[in-house]
């Protein structure tokens, strides 16, 4: 009897959360993983040296051939594609839209994998958005690529809940591991036709890309809301406000927190104890369970209270617009 032929995949993805996928594809006896497409190295550090994403250190670590374009559309790196022959190639937190050129070269053309449940939370943070907006749910997607934005038809779906202790880095970390798994299950299925994509539904939302001011807090909102913030940008850009001091405003991080009843004025401090800080919101209240003062060490409100004392009263505000070199220290 013969053996079929293992399936020639080329691989594009960048960044750690692809690494469970990389490792699974390689180990499958029924894949052959003839090469890996990266982003660019760029520059990390003080000292600004150009450091390698995880793809392509794993794609030298197995010794599979990794390239990393410039641009994606470039002609000479698409004929390189062209010559390795893949049946099908899968994307994966790329960072860039591929052309016609490459959808059409495979096969079975290119599938990604995307971190949210389509339609839901197209774009550049899929992870993000659901804890930010309270949904109960997220999971993996399997699509079909066209050259739109995550518009593709659905091949399969995979859905997590989202607990209350669930941030931003452990929704990752558990949407890194369920994705291979769904991956490897349906791709024989696709490879050999009995698997069709389905068009995806309307009612598509939008994640746009996260950027440090969305970690402004605002008080006026409710405190619910802002414990999705915190947990939703942990851990970056992290949530941050502005005490107001007797002399002046100082940056306080607030890396933890959870909503109790509470009323008062919006930003001011309503209780202190030895479970936390107690801030008003718009609706309930706020306790602060970890937080850090600028240029300071991550501690427990408690520890953090002991050094730097917030008075019952005072208040945190939201500061005007960031200036460059505010930015720059936060």
């Known amino acids: 009897m013969l053996v079929p032929a293992p399936i020639r995949l080329v691989f594009f993805g960048t960044p750690s959360i692809t690494l469970p996928t990389l490792r699974a594809l390689h180990s499958a006896s029924f894949i052959d993983v003839v090469g890996i497409v990266t982003q660019p190295d760029k520059p990390k550090g003080r000292n600004l040296q150009l450091e390698p994403c995880a793809a392509k250190v794993f794609a030298h670590e197995n010794s599979i051939s990794c390239w990393q374009p410039l641009k994606v559309r470039d002609a000479q790196f698409i004929d390189t594609i062209r010559t390795f022959a893949p049946e099908v190639i899968i994307v994966f937190a790329y960072g860039q839209i591929l052309p016609q050129s490459l959808l059409d070269l495979p096969r079975r053309g290119c599938i990604n994998i995307h971190t949210s449940l389509l339609p839901k939370y197209r774009g550049a943070a899929p992870i993000q958005w659901p804890i930010l907006n309270g949904d109960s749910e997220t999971g993996v997607t399997l699509m079909q690529m066209e050259v739109g934005l995550d518009t593709g038809p659905i ?140 240029g300071g060490r991550r501690l427990l409100t408690e520890q953090f209270l002991a050094g730097f004392p917030l008075n019952i009263g005072s208040k945190f505000v939201i500061r005007p617009p960031v200036t460059q070199e505010t930015s720059d220290k936060e």
């Open 155 to 294: 091949i399969s779906k995979i859905s997590t809940p989202i607990s209350s202790v669930d941030n931003a880095q452990t929704l990752h970390d558990r949407l890194a591991i369920l994705a291979p798994d769904l991956l490897l299950r349906i791709l024989p299925d696709w490879m050999d036709g009995t698997m069709v994509a389905i068009p995806q539904p309307e009612g598509a939302t939008y994640a746009r890309k996260i950027v440090k001011e969305d970690g402004a807090i605002d008080w006026t909102m409710p405190a619910v809301a802002i414990v999705n913030q915190i947990n939703g940008l942990t851990p970056w850009p992290g949530t941050f406000s502005y005490w107001e001091g007797t002399q002046r405003l100082h940056l306080i991080k607030v890396l933890k927190g959870e909503a109790v009843p509470g009323v008062g004025v919006p930003g001011t401090i309503i209780g202190q104890d030895k479970k936390g800080l107690t801030v008003a919101c718009g609706e309930n209240a706020l306790r602060l369970l970890e937080i850090q003062r600028e």
